[in-house]
C-alpha cells in the first residue's frame, strides 16, 4: 500500500483525483503501477486501476492476470471492477471505501457477484485512513 499511497500522491502534480495502485506479480514483486491521468491525459479511462493492470499486462506479456494481486487506494468503480474481472486479477486489496461510486462491496459488489464466472477474494481498509485523508484534502477547496 505505500507503493500505491504514492502513485496516489504523485496524481495530485497533474490536479488529478489523488488514487493510486500497484499490481503484484504472482511472485509478489510489482508489475504494474498507476495513478489517475484523467485531466493529464484526457482520458475517461484513466484510472489508477487501469493504468496499473495495462502495465502489468504489458509486462507480463498476457492479458490475464491470474496469480496477481491489485492494490488501490480507493474502491474501484464499476468500470474499474469489470476490468479487474476481466484481467482474472484473483486477489484484491484496498484502502477506502468509495460510498458514492464503489464496486466491490460498498454500493455494489461487482467482484464477488455469484452471477460472474470469476470472483475476487477484497481485502479492505488497509490504511484507510491515510487514503480517505488524501481523497478530503483534494476535494475539500472545490466543496
Known amino acids: ?32 503501477r498507476g495513478r489517475n491521468t484523467r485531466e493529464v491525459d484526457g482520458d475517461p479511462t484513466g484510472h489508477a486501476e ?16 491470474d496469480g496477481c494481486t491489485l492494490v488501490v487506494t480507493l474502491e474501484p468503480c464499476l468500470m474499474c471492477a469489470g476490468a479487474v474481472l476481466q484481467a482474472r486479477v484473483p486477489r484484491l486489496v484496498l484502502g477506502a471505501w468509495d460510498e458514492k461510486a ?30 480517505a485523508t488524501l481523497l478530503r484534502d483534494f476535494f475539500a477547496p472545490h466543496r
Open 50 to 65: 487501469i493504468v496499473a493492470m495495462r502495465q502489468a499486462a504489458a509486462a507480463l506479456g498476457r492479458w490475464r492476470l
Open 1 to 32: 500500500m505505500d507503493l500505491a499511497l504514492a502513485e496516489a500522491r504523485a496524481a495530485l502534480a497533474g490536479d488529478d483525483v489523488p488514487v493510486g495502485a500497484v499490481v503484484l506479480g504472482p511472485d509478489g514483486t510489482v508489475v504494474g
Open 102 to 131: 464503489g464496486a466491490c462491496g460498498s454500493q455494489w459488489d461487482v467482484v464477488r457477484d455469484r452471477r460472474s464466472p470469476h470472483r475476487v477474494e477484497v481485502v479492505a481498509g488497509v490504511r484507510a485512513a491515510e487514503s
